[in-house]
Nanobody, 122 residues
């Protein structure tokens, strides 16, 4: 079972990036999925989550209105579209999967992907 996050990079403030998370080893169509991030010296924090059905989405206040989470269950793929990026969005971003609860907290996460670095330059 593996989650692979990719799409990070360096972008100027105000720019956009799209992160992708691909699952392999099993189907995640019945799992809730989410994104977390961790900046240097900080704890890992919730960014966004999407229910297994794709019908419900959840966002941290700091990214609401700028980030959009989506998923394509048939392809075992999840996305995070990040617009109007700010320097404070700089962090390593992790994708996550949870079977029972919406992954709004690290404790709810059953599977983690490796991180992808997002750096926003001002």
């Amino acid at each position: 079972v593996q989650l692979q996050a990719y799409g990070g990079g360096v972008v100027q403030a105000g720019g956009s990036l799209r992160l992708s998370c691909a699952a392999s080893g099993r189907t995640f169509s019945g799992y809730h999925m989410g994104w977390f991030r961790q900046a240097p010296g900080e704890e890992r924090e919730f960014v966004a989550a999407i229910a297994w059905s794709g019908r419900s989405t959840y966002y941290a206040d700091s990214v609401k209105g700028r980030f959009t989470i989506s998923r394509v269950s048939g392809r075992n793929t999840m996305y995070l579209q990040m617009n109007s990026l700010k320097s404070e969005d700089t962090a390593v971003y992790y994708c996550a999967a949870a079977e029972m609860n919406i992954p709004r907290y690290s404790d709810f996460v059953d599977y983690w992907g490796q991180g992808t670095q997002v750096t926003v330059s001002s």
